[in-house]
């Protein structure tokens, strides 16, 4: 069954820096990993998504990467913003099942 | 477009009361998934429909929690004699297609808050 970490749990840094936030799996035979973003109340947004034959993606600030062997995943966020303070949630989707298993999340706080 | 939507955004029932909850896809997405988001807790899968497959119900937690999907776009997710564990938010996501596709990524709905009294 596959199990999925984030670490840390929770972040508050000053505005401009720059961050990783980490995620990590049990079963390397993902078919793909998810980066999501929830705001307080909302439903989840997809920031990227890697493909098991991909190495990386990125989009604007974001760049996530992804290490099938060593069973992890990175998120970088450049340059942080306030507007970027949310929950970020990785999700895997194993080689046997096309249902994402979800960590529990990131929460990051990013302060003026 | 339009985005997945689901309604209620908020229910209160009283324990032992049945509740409906409904989810609209994004229109000609064949996959939707329902979830469960319990206070610091991950987000538990439930039901996921593809197509005009039979739903794998493997994530439902008890025989009092069904749905379908009718006509392979909206959906209902309902839960019979709620009890006070079933409080959560209910998040809806659909995906434009089929596993095995490049183009997979989930467009998640806003969610139903559903507290059960």
């Known amino acids: 069954k596959q199990e999925v970490t984030q670490i840390p749990a929770a972040l508050s840094v000053p505005e401009g820096e720059n961050l990783v936030l980490n995620c990590s799996f049990t079963d390397s035979a993902i078919y793909n990993l998810q980066w999501f973003r929830q705001d307080p109340g909302k439903g989840l947004t997809s920031l990227l998504l890697?493909?098991?034959?991909?190495r990386e993606q990125t989009s604007g600030r974001l760049n996530a990467s992804l290490d099938k062997s060593s069973g992890r995943s990175t998120l970088y966020i450049a340059a942080s913003q306030p507007g970027d303070s949310a929950t970020y949630l990785c999700a895997a989707a194993s080689g046997g099942s096309y249902i994402p298993t979800f960590g529990r999340g990131t929460s990051l706080i990013v302060h003026p | 477009g339009a985005g997945v939507s689901q309604s209620p955004s908020n229910k209160v029932t009283e324990k032992g009361k049945d509740v409906e909850l409904r989810c609209d896809p994004i229109?000609?997405?064949?996959?939707l998934y329902w979830y469960r988001q319990s206070l610091g807790q991950g987000l538990e899968f439930l039901i996921y429909?593809?197509?005009?497959?039979?739903?794998?119900k493997s994530g439902l937690p008890s025989d009092r929690f069904s749905a379908e999907r009718t006509g392979g776009s909206v959906s209902t997710l309902t839960i019979q004699r709620t009890q006070q564990e079933d409080s959560a938010v209910y998040l809806c996501?659909?995906?434009?297609?089929?596993?095995?596709?490049?183009?997979?990524?989930?467009?998640f709905g806003p969610g139903t808050r559903l507290t059960v009294l």
């Open positions: 996501a659909s995906s434009p297609s089929a596993p095995g596709a490049r183009t997979d990524t989930q467009y």
């Open positions: 429909f593809q197509g005009n497959s039979a739903p794998d």
């Open positions: 890697i493909q098991s034959s991909q």
């Open positions: 229109s000609g997405h064949t996959a």
